[in-house]
């Protein structure tokens, strides 16, 4: 397994800020995906993250609005651009280990 | 387009009353199936993975199986502490890494 932590596991933030989710895992991972989960929904791939390369995102989802970052093997920031209340989901930081996927606690984050 | 639907939506038992709860999906060149348990404010925890149909994975009172259609989550004799959202998701040929998620059920267990 992998062990996978989150900064921040929640934050409120004001409409039109940006917020970055750090993501740090213990081990070396070749891919690193990040999730949304808006309230009392499912997940949602956001984009994939491999390192050394930009990140692939999913249809919906934009580099504008959710710039990501891998600079290494063991870790990845997402950020949520000019935020709005329709951002405020739970984020999730995941890592495909030994065939399995992980995830992270989630980062939390309510946009007033 | 790779699909999972997962039934029912919520589900409530009374301790000691097993039940089973059904992920159905529709994948090109299934890779996997996982089986997730999710606690309120939580990231989702792993339980199962099941690769092929037949294939069957057990842990204290959890048992999944899979067909070629569809996936069930037994749970025997659940206890309270067994109460969380239980997520399906899987991934397929052309979605190496990638996991599609269903809706989950959400299980209550009444002492």
């Known amino acids: 397994s992998a062990v996978i932590s989150q900064k921040p596991s929640r934050d409120i933030c004001q409409r039109g800020t940006s917020l970055t989710i750090q993501c740090q895992v213990d081990?070396?991972?070749?891919?690193m995906f990040w999730y949304r989960q808006q309230p009392g929904q499912s997940l949602t791939l956001i984009a994939t993250?491999?390192?050394?390369?930009?990140?692939?995102?999913e249809s919906g989802f934009v580099i504008d609005k959710f710039p990501i970052s891998r600079p290494n093997l063991t870790f990845s920031t997402l950020t949520v651009s000019n935020m709005s209340p329709e951002d405020s989901s739970i984020y999730l930081c995941?890592?495909?280990?030994?065939?399995?996927?992980?995830f992270g606690e989630g980062s939390r984050l309510t946009v007033l | 387009e790779d699909q999972v639907t997962q039934s029912p939506e919520a589900l409530r038992l009374q301790e000691g009353e097993s039940s089973s709860l059904n992920c159905s999906y529709t994948?090109?060149?299934?890779?996997?199936l996982f089986w997730y348990r999710q606690d309120p404010g939580k990231g989702p925890e792993f339980l199962f993975t099941?690769?092929?149909a037949g294939e069957e994975k057990e842990k204290e009172r959890l048992k999944a199986t899979l067909t070629k259609k569809e996936s069930f989550l037994h749970i025997t004799a659940p206890k309270p502490e067994d109460s969380a959202t239980y997520l399906c998701?899987?991934?397929?040929?052309?979605?190496?890494?990638?996991?599609?998620f269903g809706q989950g059920t959400t299980l209550q267990v009444k002492p």
């Open positions: 995941s890592v495909s280990a030994t065939g399995e996927l992980f």
């Open positions: 081990s070396q991972v070749t891919m």
């Open positions: 993250a491999n390192q050394g390369s930009e990140a692939t995102y």
């Open positions: 994948v090109s060149g299934l890779r996997g």
């Open positions: 099941l690769y092929s």
């Open positions: 998701a899987v991934t397929g040929s052309s979605n190496t890494g990638k996991l599609i």
